[in-house]
């Protein structure tokens, strides 16, 4: 006999299933095993769980919204974007759990080119998402956004992403396990799966993943498709992929902050 057992703890939800043995299995709420692929209706902002409000009058109240201020606090770090304050809880545990240049950069971007880059109703899809900022900063723009990582650092994103974004969005968004490279055809057929935007931030550096990389962005990146990709660059195998990107796909330089050495990249699929 099979127990199905529903606690919260620590503001998570959880489910948990039991055979009678000792073991558990135990499923996060919000983690999907293999994410929606169809956009659902705008959440009903009336109907919304008002969790949140302070944060943002006191948001609302601060001078240069659009700039984000940053507080260091036991592993959590509080910016302000989109008029919204987001609070990232982070840990060094793994480097998909630590917020990069990459992802500061493109969230400043995206909140000044609001025109140029429109994630109103848009379905946006984030590789190696991480903390969770670049997504929470696309719902807030009104996206409907597919947060993705490796398995073990899905907890924290969801974690992030659940606390800065219920009943401030007008889309939930989800979150799902995606490792480049591997069964991305099988989870993510391109029948059903289709995005406007691919968002990478600081996915690049000395890793032996690259070529899955590239080969997951192209994967994803159909007709009607953009990538924005920001990276810091690090090493001279940062610039080695920069260039196979520009082999591989329309590029375009959109910004260079060179204080930062940050670049961020516009792409579409090559006819």
């Not at 000395?206 to 990389?213: A, G, K, S, T």
């Not at 195998?237 to 050495?261: A, C, M, Q």
Request: charged share 20%.
């Amino acid at each position: 006999m099979i127990a199905v057992l529903s606690v919260k703890t620590f503001g998570l939800d959880f489910v948990m299933e039991t055979d009678g043995g000792t073991g558990l299995n135990v499923q996060k709420k919000g983690i999907a095993k293999q994410p929606v692929p169809e956009k659902p209706p705008p959440n009903n902002q009336e109907e919304e769980d008002l969790e949140g409000t302070d944060m943002q009058k006191e948001a609302l109240n601060r001078r240069n919204a659009w700039e984000p201020s940053v507080f260091y606090s036991l592993g959590n770090e509080t910016f302000s974007f989109t008029g919204q304050e987001i609070s990232i809880r982070e840990s060094l545990d793994s480097f998909g759990a630590v917020i990069w240049p990459g992802a500061v950069a493109l969230c400043r971007y995206l909140e000044k080119n609001r025109e140029q880059v429109d994630l109103l109703d848009k379905a946006v899809l984030e590789l190696g998402a991480g903390t969770g900022l670049v997504s929470i900063v696309a719902s807030f723009l009104g996206a409907w956004v597919t947060a993705t990582d490796l398995p073990d650092v899905l907890s924290n994103l969801n974690f992030n992403l659940s606390r800065n974004t219920r009943g401030r969005c007008r889309y939930t968004p989800q979150v799902a396990a995606l490792t480049w490279g591997q069964d991305v055809k099988l989870n993510f057929p391109s029948s059903v799966y289709h995005y406007n935007y691919v968002l990478c931030t600081d996915v690049v550096y000395h890793h032996n993943f690259l070529e899955d990389l590239l080969i997951t962005m192209q994967y994803f990146c159909k007709p009607g498709t953009t990538v924005l990709l920001a990276n810091k660059v690090r090493f001279q195998s940062d610039l080695r992929f920069i260039e196979n990107f520009k082999n591989v796909f329309n590029v375009t330089l959109l910004e260079e902050i060179p204080l930062e050495d940050v670049r961020i990249y516009q792409a579409t699929a090559r006819k």
